[in-house]
T-cell receptor, first 111, second 112 residues
Framework: DAGVIQSPRHEVTEMGQEVTLRCKPISGHNSLFWYRQTMMRGLELLIY????????DSGMPEDRFSAKMPNASFSTLKIQPSEPRDSAVYFC?????????FGPGTRLTVL | GNSVTQMEGPVTLSEEAFLTINCTYTATGYPSLFWYVQYPGEGLQLLLK?????DKGSNKGFEATYRKETTSFHLEKGSVQVSDSAVYFCALSNDSWGKLQFGAGTQVVVTP
């Protein structure tokens, strides 16, 4: 198994642009989690899905952030418009039971 | 609500030294407890876990025992290597969806 796949691995964009991060969970996993990691705030849970349904999006920082999971093998996290304070590493993780498997992350830089 | 508190880093050790990272938690019910490790430039990966009181999780020479009476899950390794340099996260789960509550992470630096 290839593990959790995230793309792109690195993204540099300018303030105001739309950014879309992508995640392919491990096949057979039914839960998917989006996290953000920064030095200042550490690891934050943004949103999570179970069987493609959003369960809790209380961690999404503001309306500029949105996430979708149209099917069991794909999820997106979109930021529109992006701001410099959104610069962080964004991780996707999937699970079938209690153990979460993390992807390699997308390092986002907003100039 | 749930919370996890772990010792602040960085923790700097010499190779072959003994490592302890303290972790305490607050939770309702009977959570499962985890230690995750993050190597530089990578995502987190599960190091070990324990699902009930007095269980001991172990992996790669690391151990942690679920202590309900002290609400703790301290991580230990008897002899660290340079390759153990990483950030270690303590976490708990008592959510049917598998949601994890992470601690702030402890950076460990092992020098030759």
């Amino acid at each position: 198994d290839a593990g959790v796949i995230q793309s792109p691995r690195h993204e540099v964009t300018e303030m105001g642009q739309e950014v879309t991060l992508r995640c392919k969970p491990i096949s057979g996993h039914n839960s998917l989690f989006w996290y953000r990691q920064t030095m200042m705030r550490g690891l934050e849970l943004l949103i999570y899905f179970n069987n493609n349904v959003p369960i809790d999006d209380s961690g999404m920082p503001e309306d500029r952030f949105s996430a979708k999971m149209p099917n069991a093998s794909f999820s997106t996290l979109k930021i529109q418009p992006s701001e410099p304070r959104d610069s962080a590493v964004y991780f996707c993780a999937s699970s079938f039971d209690e153990e979460q498997f993390f992807g390699p992350g997308t390092r986002l830089t907003v100039l | 609500g749930n919370s996890v508190t772990q010792m602040e880093g960085p923790v700097t050790l010499s190779e072959e030294a003994f490592l302890t990272i303290n972790c305490t938690y607050t939770a309702t019910g009977y959570p499962s407890l985890f230690w995750y490790v993050q190597y530089p430039g990578e995502g987190l990966q599960l190091l070990l876990k324990a699902t009930k009181a007095d269980d001991k999780g172990s992996n790669k020479g690391f151990e942690a025992t679920y202590r309900k009476e002290t609400t703790s899950f301290h991580l230990e390794k008897g002899s660290v290597q340079v390759s153990d340099s990483a950030v270690y996260f303590c976490a708990l789960s008592n959510d049917s969806w598998g949601k994890l509550q992470f601690g702030a992470g402890t950076q460990v630096v092992v020098t030759p």
